[in-house]
Nanobody, 124 residues
């Protein structure tokens, strides 16, 4: 089994920055994708960013391109989401997840393990 532990959420003013971390642990860790999703109240969970682990390829939602950066530390089995120029519309619960199949990187249903979620609130 794999456990994902998130940290780094909080309250920040518009234009500020936060860095989210997601550390994976367990008997084995060899994801195909590791990604970030977010869900605002009354909204569906949406794709934010993902990393195709073996190829080092990154993907971003159009709404965060140029502002968010996904990165990883293989030695620590950790993925990060650096969020800059935050906007109130970025307010949501952010989740990290790992996928183990060649599915769609932007589909929550193609991911197997999920973190507990961390709240990000951006004030005007």
């Amino acid at each position: 089994q794999v456990q994902l532990v998130e940290s780094g959420g909080g309250l920040v003013q518009a234009g500020g920055s936060l860095r989210l971390s997601c550390a994976a642990s367990g008997r084995t860790f060899s994801p195909y994708f590791m990604g970030w999703f977010r869900q605002a109240p009354g909204r569906e969970r949406e794709f934010v960013a993902a990393n195709r682990w073996s190829a080092g390829i990154t993907y971003y939602a159009a709404s965060v391109k140029g502002r968010f950066t996904i990165s990883r530390d293989n030695a620590k089995n950790t993925v990060y989401l650096q969020m800059n120029s935050l906007k109130p519309e970025d307010t949501a619960v952010y989740y990290c997840a790992t996928g183990y199949y060649t599915g769609s990187y932007d589909r929550p249903g193609d991911y197997t393990y999920w973190g507990q979620g961390t709240q990000v609130t951006v004030s005007s």
